[in-house]
């Protein structure tokens, strides 16, 4: 989207809005005293009001669902890895309504006067941008769906009456609120134009929609499916939703969670096909052979269309970019994107991550024959690897920069030897292991905060990993599209297209060590679909899906029992000697900085300091697959302060206790 409309269409009006609706619905000022009655009655102003909502959609190089997972990791570890720690808060939380309210406002003021034909404008831009408020409100739900579950399903902006808002609290069932999801998705689809009125992709479209679609059907088709015969799913054993009347006789809509299952998969292949079969995938130019010096291999890299459709300041070129953020120096409407791929700030990528690139000829690293060259640098890692790891994983002594400006004053020339001791505080690299996919070679980009490249919100590639993974959940096999499609992620990400290669010399014991996607409810998967995970993983390389589709898969059952340890690049071998051995001190408390060799070969993140919580490894409760919801919530809509008599429930092994961890911790 546009970023630079955000400033210039939202008026003194609609600010006045939002800044009044920042509070829970429950204690919400009347609309009356806020909106005047000559508002939202013209086109100009509902796109004003759509597209303030899209600050809520993420911006490329600050996601967080990468990080603290099995392929991210930063300086400091996640408490959600150390049972008991995380607990349930006095206040805050998931458990919010602003952004569903605001979109509620709108949709109950703008339909009535929609379907009198009483707002003035361009009636396919009317339709348009009361089809991006549907999608935002399905957003809005899809945060809700994946944090909490089962969530109130509110359609209207509601009285200023405690009784109707206690009533409003009661929880529907997560298929109910999935459905519901798509159900505004399908609105948003039937109203929005297949092109975008701006004409650039700064604002939704029809296919953007489509891929929303793909993915919330997709994470609750397999959601149910692992979570199965749990108290995580409405009407599985010790489901917390029975202990409501409300929901004690909840039945599924389509007879059965198996029957939930396969309409949800089956949505999830529909919609996706809608966005593969019309969007083609960016073409990647850059083959191992042609860079054979660091400079080769930038100018290679500028130059190349799939590494440009990541660092471009006009993305509205790139057909598989579905929509994007425009900024504009000019108008002083800037960002940081190309400093933070630069420094890498406080993360990097795990060894568990980078090892699961298979070779350009498509075999596993461990596989015989398949010409792995070893780990002892990272420039052995990078040779014959999958192209997106050679493209995107940084190697010391790369050029970052090939056009310096004097105004670059954060930017890092050339790639550095990994600060994995934080010595200059600002380019921490705390797994050795740098990224730089969205790399920009213009230094006049790396002022402080001072770029305008573009950021990626929704690509299409996403609807044919979605396509592969719901044929095969589904059908358990893979029909001729989904093949289609996964020839075609392979062949542009530069490796051999026969992915059945790959398949037959999978070791599902090797790669357990390091990919918790090898994982469902604590079984290993088959190796069809364990590749169909690799591949969504590596293609969507720091791309922030990765906790949504650990949670959904339920990939963590396995460390309840048996810790992970997060690792980063080998040290212990020639690349100690990139650090002075006196920097390199383990085994003395506090005052270690880095993991011993005696753990491991490779540096442990989080195993430097016996103190430290995670000493000895991640580990896992789960309760932790939802959010806790805040006790406040509970006292707001109980009699007496009873929390027993509120209409909410608490999620799966949670207390309704502040300041608690899960049940047994």
């Known amino acids: 989207m546009k970023t630079k409309e955000i400033l210039m269409l939202a008026g003194v009006v609609v600010l006045a809005l939002f800044n009044a609706c920042k509070k829970d619905f429950l204690e919400r000022e009347p609309l009356s005293d806020i909106t005047p009655e000559n508002y939202l009655v013209e086109e100009s102003q509902l796109a004003a009001y759509a597209i303030a909502r899209y600050d809520n959609l993420p911006i490329f190089g600050y996601f967080d669902g990468d990080s603290h997972t099995d392929i991210e990791a930063r300086r400091t570890y996640d408490n959600k890895y150390v049972p008991g720690q995380w607990k349930v808060g006095q206040s805050g939380g998931q458990w919010s309504f602003t952004d569903i ?13 929609y379907n009198a034909g009483t707002i003035t404008g361009n009636s396919t831009n009317i339709k348009h941008y009361i089809g991006e408020m549907y999608f935002m409100r399905a957003w809005a739900y899809f945060q809700k769906l994946q944090s909490l579950g089962d969530f109130p399903i509110i ?23 999935a459905r519901f999801i798509l159900s505004d998705l399908d609105s948003a689809i039937l109203l929005m134009s297949p092109v975008a009125p701006d004409g650039k992709k700064n604002r939704l479209s029809k296919a953007c929609a489509q891929l929303v679609k793909s993915r919330v059907a997709l994470y609750e088709g397999t959601f149910l499916k692992y979570f199965k015969g749990t108290a ?30 396969d309409f949800f998969l089956s949505q999830a292949m529909d919609a996706a096909k809608a966005v593969a079969d019309a969007v083609p995938l960016v073409n990647n130019t850059m083959t191992a052979e042609s860079q054979n010096t660091n400079e080769a291999f930038a100018l290679a890299s500028e130059a190349n269309p799939f590494c440009r459709m990541f660092s471009e300041t006009d993305l509205s070129g790139f057909s598989e970019v579905l929509l994007w953020r425009d900024y504009d120096l000019g108008l002083g409407i800037a960002n940081a994107i190309p400093n933070v791929i630069q420094s890498h700030r406080d993360w990097g990528y795990t060894r568990g991550y980078v090892d699961r690139f298979v070779m350009a000829n498509g075999l596993p690293i461990y596989a015989p024959g398949s010409g792995y060259a070893g780990d002892d640098s990272v420039h052995l890692v990078r040779i014959n690897r999958d192209g997106r790891l050679w493209l995107f994983l940084a190697q010391p002594g790369q050029i970052n920069i090939l056009h310096p400006s004097p105004l670059g004053t954060h930017a890092t020339p050339v790639v550095p030897y990994p600060d994995i001791l934080n010595l200059l505080g600002n380019h921490d690299h705390p797994t050795g292991y740098i990224g730089r996919k969205g790399n920009v070679y213009d230094g006049a980009q790396l002022g402080n905060g001072k770029g305008d490249v573009g950021s990626i919100v929704f690509r299409a590639v996403e609807a044919y990993l979605n396509y592969m993974e719901a044929c095969y959940e589904k059908n358990g096999t893979l029909d001729g599209t989904a093949e289609s499609y996964w020839r075609k992620i392979r062949i542009r990400g530069g490796v051999d297209p026969d992915f059945q290669k790959t398949i037959n010399a999978t070791d599902l014991t090797i790669e357990a060590k390091n990919d918790w996607g090898v994982y469902s409810a604590g079984q290993m998967v088959d190796k069809v679909l364990y590749n169909i995970r690799r591949e969504r993983s590596c293609e969507l390389m720091g791309e922030g899906l990765r906790y949504m589709d650990l949670r959904r898969w339920r990939a963590m059952d396995q460390m309840i029992n048996t810790p992970y340890h997060i690792e980063g690049f080998k040290l212990w071998g020639p690349m100690q000697y990139w650090y002075k051995a006196s920097n390199l001190t383990y085994g003395i408390g506090d005052k270690s900085t880095v993991s011993a060799p005696s753990l491991s070969p490779y540096l442990r993140v989080y195993q430097k300091t016996p103190t430290s919580l995670v ?26 302060n009873d929390v027993s008599t509120s209409p909410i429930y608490q999620n799966p092994g949670w207390p309704l206790d502040a300041n608690e961890g899960p049940i047994g911790f």
């Open 615 to 640: 000493y000895n490894g991640y580990r896992w409760t789960m309760a932790h697959y939802f959010n806790p919801i805040a006790i406040q919530h509970f006292l707001i809509t109980s009699k007496n």
């Open 101 to 113: 309210f605001q979109c509620n406002y709108f949709l109950q003021t703008v339909m009535p006067r």
């Open 232 to 261: 995580f799913v409405p009407n599985g054993p010790g489901w917390p939703g029975k202990s409501k009347d409300y929901n004690a006789s909840y039945n599924f809509p389509s007879g059965s969670i198996d029957g939930e299952i």
């Open 155 to 177: 359609k209207t902006t509601l009285p200023d009456n405690m009784e109707v808002l206690t009533a409003a609290s009661k929880r529907a069932p997560q298929t109910e609120v």
